[in-house]
């Protein structure tokens, strides 16, 4: 697929991705989040295999590939979602903002260190340009930064396990749909965040008939939405341009929640945060590899 239209499928992505954010803290406050996240993933798996089934996309993986899948959920699915639910519950979202936004930085780093795919100098430049970016727009909150707490902690595990599930799923895109291996590690996962949600909230499922209707309107947006079509176009992404580019455009997904939370919660967006916002989409034009595209483009018309 054209690079710049997975480019566009990611700012789409992240735009759902920013809703998601403030709309799962709403959630948080109902029903405790492992039992909250497990059934949230359950519901967001048979969503999936239902786009699937629609696009004739289902197969019964390989031997091989289950191996990629499986790890991929424990990483993906249980320890990213576990920890972010978890650390929502415990953090503020400006603090999680924050957090969540060295994602693009660690994948950088990580791919480097374990793939040896190294990002040219302007997408590095990109990745720092984004992290400034999104240090900016976090920090302008009246309460600021401080210092990290065990939510906090619990963000920082659940990025760094997505980070490190990004680059299993890159490796089995090469023989496995992202979009089908998304459908498994939902169901999997779910499977273990039940079977956790038993043994740290029992009962915890009763709450669900005390919920109010909104509360339904915030969990189907981010069960099929937010997680179901986020994950599949997102893993995909990842497969067509890589991890580092995919995760580049993390950065935006701060800016997003921003807007959600606003839109959500009722918090105030300020011109501050729209400057962070100018530092994050250069530092994604940069870091995506987008902009050296056009400069390339550029110089093959001069060059004619």
Known sequence: MNQWKIYVILTLVMLTWGFNLPSVKYLVS???????TAFRILTAGISVFILLAVFRLLRWPTKNEWKYITLASLLNVVGHHYFLSS??????????????????MLTAVLVSLIMRIYPSKLQWIGVVIGLAGVTATV??????????NLGDAFVFLSILSQV????????AARTLDPRLMTGYMFIIGSAVLFAIALIQEPGEIREFANVPATFWVAFFFSAILGTAVGHMLYNYSIGQAGPT???????????????????ILGEVITIRHLFGLILIVIGVLFGS????????KRK???SA
């Open 164 to 171: 490190f599930s990004y680059l299993i799923i890159a490796k």
């Open 30 to 36: 109902f029903v405790e989040p492992v039992t909250l």
């Open 245 to 263: 580019k995919a995760a580049i455009f993390m950065n935006l997904n701060t800016f997003f929640s921003l807007v959600g939370a606003s839109v």
């Open 87 to 104: 650390g929502l519950a415990l953090t503020s979202g400006t603090s999680a903002g924050l957090v969540l936004g060295t994602g693009p």
């Open 139 to 148: 920090m302008v909150g009246s309460e600021g930064m401080n210092g990290m």
């Open 289 to 296: 590899g987008a902009a050296e595209d056009l400069i390339r």
């Open 300 to 302: 093959k018309r001069l």
